[in-house]
């Protein structure tokens, strides 16, 4: 068996609230667990840090990482950073968003464009991918041909931007740049919702 025999990703759905601008919605969120058998990486801690941390079955996590701020995507993050010991990973510029959720606890570590973080003998790098948010950032794995995209990409095209720190022209500039130049075959892990790839999310992106 090779090195990279087990690594894998997983899936795990959990549900609460998304708040922002004065309006509450219900959510359902995707919560990404990539790694082998013996440590795995958390790509956003949302809602549920007991649910998180059972799926993680035991093993050593590497970081939590949090492709944005919106607070469905962090509120369990500090949580399960108690509950494993591993940092609460976001780029700075949404430093200000996550204070809203969590005015107490500042996230341990930065995200940012180009970073490479290691766990199971892959690399996932990250791309800073502004517009949802201003520190939004996806996780591509070349290993696993797969991209985890947050907010940024969905299955349908972009993510929305129709909220406070977000912007339309920010979002697909940075879609055209940094995700639809991935290879098309990319599997698309997005943050809510059903997988995706590249090439079928590119005709949803507007040219420049």
């Known amino acids: 068996m090779s090195v990279h025999g087990s690594v894998r ?7 609460g609230t998304f708040s922002l601008d004065g309006e509450t919605f219900d959510v359902d969120n995707n919560v990404w667990l990539v790694g082998d058998d013996e440590e795995v990486l958390v790509v956003d801690a949302a809602h549920d840090a007991e649910a998180i941390h059972r799926a993680t079955a035991g093993r050593r996590v590497t970081a ?35 204070s809203h959720t969590h005015p107490a606890r500042k996230p341990d570590g930065e995200l940012f464009d180009g970073r490479v973080l290691t766990v199971a003998g892959i690399e996932l790098r990250v791309l800073h991918t502004p517009g949802h948010t201003w520190g939004s950032c996806c ?52 943050g809510h919702g059903q997988d995706t790839t590249i090439a079928a999310e590119r005709p949803h992106v507007p040219s420049a």
């Open 139 to 190: 996780l591509h794995a070349p290993f696993l041909n797969a991209v985890f995209t947050g907010d940024t990409l969905f299955h349908g095209g972009p993510g929305a931007t129709g909220r406070s720190y977000s912007d339309r022209p920010t979002i697909e500039a940075s879609l055209r740049n940094r995700l639809l130049t991935l290879p098309g075959d990319t599997v698309v892990h997005t």
């Open 64 to 98: 939590i990482v949090c492709t944005h701020a919106h607070d469905d995507h962090v509120d369990a993050a500090p949580a399960l950073s108690v509950l494993t010991g591993a940092p609460v990973l976001l780029h700075p510029g949404d430093h200000e968003l996550w």
């Open 9 to 15: 990703v997983e899936h795990v759905v959990t549900s």
